[in-house]
């Protein structure tokens, strides 16, 4: 027997073939209830920069259908036009689709993205994330942790750079905090990108031979702060110079060949007649 449709409840199936004397043939077939899939991802809400590349994968997303022979005849998002995501229906993802909004002085943007989909046997199912792309905050991308400066060193001391990694980008503002030990706090300012050293102020190695210099900046929305550390380098004076050494060559003497000696300033070494004669 053949059913050229899908059966429904009380229908009557005609079923036709030879009959046999004495013979009684009995059919039972039952169905049960399909059960709808369902949305069951671990996480509902994904946080991204809003600095994420177009294309990014954000999430994995997916429905699960307890019923082994059914499969999802139809799976697309609520709105096709959404304006920032997309749905891979082959790798079962959430990508970014443009660039994300970003207003300065808002530090997060929240969006809501729906999927929903069919399975074989008509259920529908809908799932729901939230997705959140925040600021993001200036960065310094070069900044050493630390750094080596003379103590004779005045004026401007040392510069460095920041980022804004937003679109935009936004204008980024940096002040002196402070400086590590508080005490000293008062050597140092910064204009721009650059600290300096007041006027006033000097470099000692041995009342001081490191700092902690602390510089924060701003883009309109959040704050970073970092630190950099200052190391205090001995100035050296000609008195605490090691002794030199120069290199002299002797004439000709009674015919001799030349000589070539490496003394200590303070002390000549005279090669004469196979003998060593030391003049003060």
């Not at 079923?15 to 509902?44: H, K």
């Not at 040392?158 to 937003?166: A, C, G």
């Not at 015919?255 to 030391?278: D, E, K, P």
């Given at each position: 027997?053949?059913?050229?449709?899908?059966?429904?409840?009380?229908?009557?199936?005609?079923?036709?073939?030879?009959?046999?004397?004495?013979?009684?043939?009995?059919?039972?077939?039952?169905?049960?209830?399909?059960?709808?899939?369902?949305?069951?991802?671990?996480?509902?809400?994904?946080?991204?920069?809003?600095?994420?590349?177009?294309?990014?994968?954000?999430?994995?997303?997916?429905?699960?259908?307890?019923?082994?022979?059914?499969?999802?005849?139809?799976?697309?998002?609520?709105?096709?036009?959404?304006?920032?995501?997309?749905y891979d229906t082959f790798a079962k993802t959430v990508h970014v689709k443009d660039q994300l909004p970003h207003i300065n002085g808002?530090?997060?943007?929240?969006?809501?993205?729906?999927?929903?989909?069919?399975?074989?046997?008509?259920?529908?199912?809908?799932?729901?994330?939230?997705?959140?792309?925040?600021?993001?905050?200036?960065?310094?991308?070069?900044?050493?942790?630390?750094?080596?400066?003379?103590?004779?060193?005045?004026?401007?001391?040392?510069?460095?750079?920041?980022?804004?990694?937003?679109?935009?980008?936004?204008?980024?503002?940096?002040?002196?905090?402070?400086?590590?030990?508080?005490?000293?706090?008062?050597?140092?300012?910064?204009?721009?990108?650059?600290?300096?050293?007041?006027?006033?102020?000097?470099?000692?190695?041995?009342?001081?031979?490191?700092?902690?210099?602390?510089?924060?900046?701003?883009?309109?929305?959040?704050?970073?702060?970092?630190?950099?550390?200052?190391?205090?380098?001995?100035?050296?004076?000609?008195?605490?110079?090691?002794?030199?050494?120069?290199?002299?060559?002797?004439?000709?003497?009674?015919?001799?060949?030349?000589?070539?000696?490496?003394?200590?300033?303070?002390?000549?070494?005279?090669?004469?007649?196979?003998?060593?004669?030391?003049?003060?």
């Open positions: 027997m053949t059913l050229n449709e899908e059966p429904e409840d009380e229908d009557v199936v005609l079923w036709s073939g030879t009959r046999y004397i004495d013979r009684v043939y009995v059919m039972q077939y039952t169905t049960v209830e399909n059960t709808p899939p369902y949305f069951n991802l671990s996480r509902y809400h994904k946080t991204i920069p809003d600095h994420s590349d177009i294309d990014f994968s954000i999430m994995d997303f997916y429905f699960n259908d307890t019923d082994y022979a059914d499969w999802f005849v139809l799976v697309k998002p609520e709105h096709d036009q959404d304006p920032y995501f997309y808002t530090q997060n943007y929240y969006h809501e993205f729906t999927v929903w989909a069919d399975d074989s046997c008509y259920n529908r199912v809908t799932g729901t994330v939230t997705i959140t792309s925040f600021n993001g905050p200036p960065t310094f991308p070069d900044l050493p942790k630390r750094i080596s400066i003379s103590e004779s060193k005045i004026g401007a001391l040392y510069t460095f750079s920041v980022n804004d990694p937003s679109y935009g980008p936004d204008n980024i503002t940096c002040q002196y905090e402070r400086a590590i030990p508080n005490s000293e706090s008062h050597k140092f300012y910064i204009v721009g990108k650059t600290i300096y050293l007041h006027n006033n102020a000097t470099l000692d190695k041995d009342l001081n031979p490191e700092y902690e210099i602390v510089i924060s900046c701003e883009d309109g929305t959040d704050t970073s702060v970092t630190f950099l550390k200052i190391e205090i380098t001995k100035e050296i004076t000609d008195s605490e110079a090691p002794p030199d050494f120069v290199l002299i060559e002797t004439g000709v003497i009674f015919a001799a060949t030349f000589i070539a000696v490496v003394i200590n300033v303070g002390a000549v070494y005279i090669m004469m007649m196979n003998s060593l004669v030391i003049t003060p």
